[in-house]
Nanobody, 115 residues
Framework: QVQLVESGGGLVQAGGSLRLSCAGS????????MDWFRQAPGKAREFVAT???????VYADSVKGRFTISRDNAKNTVYLQMNSLKPEDTAVYYC?????????WGKGTLVTVSS
């Protein structure tokens, strides 16, 4: 059973930083891309960043230059370093991985950025 568990969310002032973590279990994740999505109140879930199994990264334009995705395959963990946070970054952040045709999601971690 594949499980993804996010952590690291919280309340931060605009301009601050947070580091999210996503720990995977039930399978070795080093052969798969890992992603972060987010969902703000009243809005659809949106893509934030992805990191391939070779470490290639892609970011949404809204976070490019401020967020950094990384992974530690030995720990089955993916990270999202978020700097220069803005109130519009407020959302529940979800970890995601698509493996063997199946989509796996964590339960999310709430990030609130105050102005």
């Amino acid at each position: 059973q594949v499980q993804l568990v996010e952590s690291g969310g919280g309340l931060v002032q605009a301009g601050g930083s947070l580091r999210l973590s996503c720990a995977g279990s039930g399978r070795t994740f080093d052969s798969y891309a890992m992603d972060w999505f987010r969902q703000a109140p009243g809005k659809a879930r949106e893509f934030v960043a992805t990191i391939g199994w070779r470490g290639i990264t892609v970011y949404a334009d809204s976070v490019k230059g401020r967020f950094t995705i990384s992974r530690d395959n030995a720990k089955n963990t993916v990270y999202l370093q978020m700097n220069s946070l803005k109130p519009e970054d407020t959302a529940v952040y979800y970890c995601h991985s698509r493996q063997g045709g199946m989509d796996y999601w964590g339960k999310g971690t709430l990030v609130t950025v105050s102005s």
